[in-house]
């Protein structure tokens, strides 16, 4: 099993920034990709970015060139780096991870709220 502890939501207003945290622990020796994911409310959960432990990244078109996932393989952490942030941006935050694809192992998730 692989346990994921978030941090780092909170509130902010438009065109701020934020830093999510993803610590991961366990066995963590199966996982190659993390990544994040949001749900806003009344709307389906979807893929912000992820990224592998080769380095290769992935984003939702509506935060590429405003979010950065990065990745320390050797705290076995996963970062997204969130700029110029948006009201459409507020959802609860997960981080994800898996073998191949990161959705077999979930974090509790952190809300994030962007005001206009």
């Known amino acids: 099993q692989v346990q994921l502890v978030e941090s780092g939501g909170g509130l902010v207003q438009a065109g701020g920034s934020l830093r999510l945290s993803c610590a991961a622990s366990g066995s963590i020796r199966s996982i190659n990709s993390m990544g994040w994911y949001r749900q806003a409310p009344g709307k389906q959960r979807e893929l912000v970015a992820a990224i592998t432990s080769g380095g290769s990244t992935k984003y939702a078109d509506s935060v590429k060139g405003r979010f950065t996932i990065s990745r320390d393989n050797a705290k076995n952490t996963v970062f997204l780096q969130m700029n110029s942030l948006k009201p459409e941006d507020t959802a609860v935050y997960y981080c994800?991870?898996?073998?191949?694809?990161?959705?077999?192992?979930w974090g509790q998730g952190t809300q994030v709220t962007v005001s206009s």
């Open positions: 994800a991870a898996g073998p191949i694809r990161p959705r077999d192992y």
